[in-house]
């Protein structure tokens, strides 16, 4: 059963110019979205807006914008570059029986995410945020 669905538009330039910012980083991506970002060298921007409207649909998806600390919810790539959600602290627990399901996309300046949350079958491994198999 469907619980949410939220979407999310992320200009790239605006990204490419906030990169530098060292708080606006730190406050909003983890430790290992940080490292992810940079190494996509002259493609961080794009790595970036498209992680960051991912957590902007994320919110959307759960219906009360962001009211969650954004660093709690981690975009990680699977071994084939998949984007998926990692949820950590008090996220990680409102989120339990949740599956969460992402796309992320870039194209004409302009990033964007899709995340669609479910509820979990009983049983279900991705139920807590993480890759499914």
Known sequence: MIRGIGLDLCEIARMEKLRMMTRFIER????????????????????????????????KAIGKGLDFELAEAEVWHDAD???????????????????????ISHDGG?????????????????????KGS
């Open 28 to 59: 909003y991506f983890s430790e290992k979205e940080q490292q992810y970002i940079r190494e996509k060298g002259r493609n961080a921007g794009q790595t970036m807006a498209g992680i960051f409207a991912a957590k902007e649909a994320l919110g």
């Open 81 to 103: 570059g998949c984007p998926y959600y990692h949820f950590q602290g008090e996220l990680k627990k409102r989120m339990n029986g949740i599956v969460p399901h992402l796309s």
């Open 110 to 130: 302009v990033a964007g995410a899709v995340c669609l949350l479910e509820y979990a079958e009983p049983g279900c491994a991705a139920a807590d945020g993480e």
